[in-house]
């Protein structure tokens, strides 16, 4: 090997020691980070309501749960996270547009025993709102848990054409 400028070197008196002798150590040692990762989702709801009092079009209402999990085996823990999410698609503006609003959320890590989950949490969060669709407007209430900023924020009734106005809506334009 040679000394490249910019190279740092520690001196310590005793033996010398090549590092490369310690790279099969390493190899043998290695535990992976990861088991598997699997993610399913479902269509829970898909239907156009006459809901828009603008008299633009119909309201296109999606509903979909998904569930991850991320299985470790080095350190013997499963990630999971559920999520129920309603999509609100609609024209109202001349600018097609749907919302995401993730209205249920779920996030735990739970221990995992010769690659199977077992019985016991480490650590679990979860949340939910209400979500109620009126004509011209949407309503959302309390539900469980404690609510992310964003989504405490947009608790009431929110106008159809207003949810652009949400923080804790992401909007996808549609072309």
Excluded at 10 to 21: F, K, M, S, T
Excluded at 54 to 67: I, P, R, Y
Excluded at 73 to 81: E, K, R, S
Aim: aromatic share 8%; charged share 20%; net charge negative.
């Amino acid at each position: 090997r040679r000394v490249g400028a910019g190279d740092l070197f520690l001196a310590i008196p005793g033996e010398v020691h090549d590092g490369r002798q310690f790279i099969e150590q390493a190899v043998a040692g290695w535990s992976p980070g990861v088991g598997y990762i699997h993610n399913s989702g479902t269509l829970k709801r898909f239907e156009f309501m006459d809901r828009l009092s603008t008299g633009e079009g119909e309201l296109l209402v999606v509903q979909v749960s998904n569930v991850e999990s991320d299985g470790d085996y080095g350190i013997n823990t499963v990630d999971i996270q559920r999520r129920d999410s309603t999509y609100l698609c609609h024209g109202g503006g001349g600018r097609p547009v749907c919302y995401r609003l993730d209205h249920a959320h779920e996030d735990a890590t739970e221990v995992m025993i010769e690659g199977e989950p077992h019985e016991g949490t480490l650590r679990s969060s979860e949340y939910s709102v209400t979500v109620e669709l009126g004509y011209g407007a949407m309503t959302l209430g309390a539900g469980k848990g404690t609510l992310p900023a964003p989504l405490k924020a947009g608790l009431g009734r929110v106008a159809y054409d207003a949810l652009g106005t949400l923080p804790a809506l992401k909007a996808f334009p549609l072309r």
